[in-house]
């Protein structure tokens, strides 16, 4: 099990595998037509929406089935505080992933970062929570970098503060989602780069 035990299982796998999936949603060089999309009266950006919603509710049903069973072993009986522990984290990379591979065009570049931010946040999360002892580079960005950490506990910070967390985490998921669906709408950077 993940960091955390039973409880912080899929808060943790899924947001980590739909960042992984999200890579892969609409590499330029890697789509077999993209000539063909481009061409096609249909914006470019459906097919990116299309497929970024098969991968998240693919996803989400995992991701209900899991919370289902992490709940039944705990004995928790908040749904919405379960659900807030993935739904951001996993939207946050999905928007991440896609914006990074669109960007440099390269998914495995896209796969690296969604791992590093991953293990970072999962495994030092609590070095990077305000007041908490930590060393030199971390204690410069540590009273900002709260209110974006993806794996953020309930009992971490109060359950306002936890909220506002959610919710900016989920705003930072659907501000690169937009800045990629924006990308898109240049068709010569798409098929050419740069």
Do not use: K
């Not at 993940?2 to 409880?7: D, E, F, K, S, T």
């Not at 039944?72 to 946050?92: D, K, N, S």
């Amino acid at each position: 099990l993940p960091i955390g035990g039973a409880v912080r299982t899929v808060g943790s796998l899924i947001p980590l595998v739909i960042g992984i999936q999200s890579a892969f949603l609409l590499s330029p060089d890697d789509e077999p037509g993209i000539e063909v999309l481009l061409a096609c009266p249909r914006p470019i950006r459906w097919v990116l929406l299309e497929r970024f919603a098969v991968v998240f509710l693919s996803q989400a049903a995992l991701a209900l089935i899991g919370m289902g069973m992490s709940m039944a072993i705990t004995g928790e009986r908040e749904v919405l505080i379960e659900a807030a522990r993935w739904f951001p984290a996993g939207l946050m990379f999905c928007g991440l992933a896609t914006y990074i591979t669109l960007a440099s065009r390269q998914p495995a570049f896209s796969v690296a970062m969604v791992g590093i931010l991953w293990f970072t946040f999962n495994i030092m999360g609590a070095a990077l929570l305000p007041g908490q002892p930590t060393l030199w580079p971390l204690n410069l960005v540590q009273p900002f970098v709260w209110g974006i950490h993806p794996y953020l506990q309930p009992g971490d910070l109060p359950m306002a503060d936890w909220w506002l967390n959610r919710a900016l985490v989920t705003s930072v998921g659907i501000i690169l989602i937009m800045l990629t669906v924006r990308q898109l709408q240049d068709e010569e950077r798409v098929l050419l780069g740069g």
